[in-house]
């Protein structure tokens, strides 16, 4: 469904990577990480502009190069291992608006999740226009992390229960369900980012992604695991 809502698509991308070196655009099935992110981007009904943010000239000619818009290099105080990604993306909007760029919604992308696909987008876009909320993150339900799951060390290195529950043993189908933000997608209203700084607040709604689409990348390992599922998708 398209809208009458002005909405950015914002995708992050700098250059600093401490579990792969130059993660952003290490190769993933014979594009760049940050390739993947862009294509679907690119193929949503809802964005109005499909911009990345960078402090990075190589990666700023690799998004050009797969279709994304890159007006401005990202200062590099906004660009650091601490730097919070709400002053990119504040950095980000404010630099739209002075060249004339007003947008209702952001939604930020993340390279590091490349499983997720132009109809998440455009879902997720849809859910948080016909329910009138404020902000929207993408989660996935929690199952061998579940908290009925998970246990502390005592200080004498002994195993303690991080929750407990009446039942000595608990069955997956007799515990309530939990999330966790799994970095797919982000949503907000401009305005409301710019007040409260977070995308999570009381007026969050949630999209669910399914435990494969969840997969970040962080280290090799992550690149290996995606990789598969990316040529066994249609197994799944």
């Known amino acids: 469904m398209k809208y009458n809502n002005k909405i950015l698509g914002l995708i992050l991308a700098r250059s600093g990577s401490k579990g792969i070196k130059q993660k952003n655009i290490s190769k993933l099935c014979g594009k760049p990480l940050i390739a993947w992110t862009i294509n679907s981007a690119l193929k949503s009904k809802n964005l109005t502009d499909v911009i990345l943010s960078t402090d990075s000239a190589t990666i700023a000619k690799i998004g050009k190069k797969f279709g994304a818009d890159v007006p401005f290099i990202r200062p590099l105080k906004f ?50 226009i016909k329910l009138k909320a404020q902000s929207l993150v993408s989660v996935s339900k929690a199952v061998a992390l579940h908290p009925a799951y998970l246990y502390k060390k005592t200080k004498a290195e002994k195993i303690k229960p991080f929750k407990t529950y009446k039942k000595k043993y608990i069955r997956k189908q007799d515990i309530e369900p939990v999330y966790f933000m799994e970095g797919t997608i982000y949503i907000s209203k401009v305005s409301t980012l710019l007040k409260k700084k977070t995308f999570c607040h009381k007026n969050t709604l949630m999209y669910e992604v399914p435990k494969w689409k969840s997969l970040e990348i962080d280290d090799s390992l992550d690149l290996i695991l995606v990789r598969a599922i990316i040529q066994n998708k249609q197994k799944i």
Do not use: M
């Open 79 to 128: 660009s650091k291992d601490k730097s919070p990604s709400i002053d990119a993306i504040e950095h980000a909007i404010k630099w739209l608006r002075k060249k004339g760029k007003n947008y209702e919604f952001v939604v930020l992308l993340e390279p590091t999740s490349p499983l997720r696909d132009h109809n998440d987008i455009d879902l997720a876009i849809n859910k948080i």
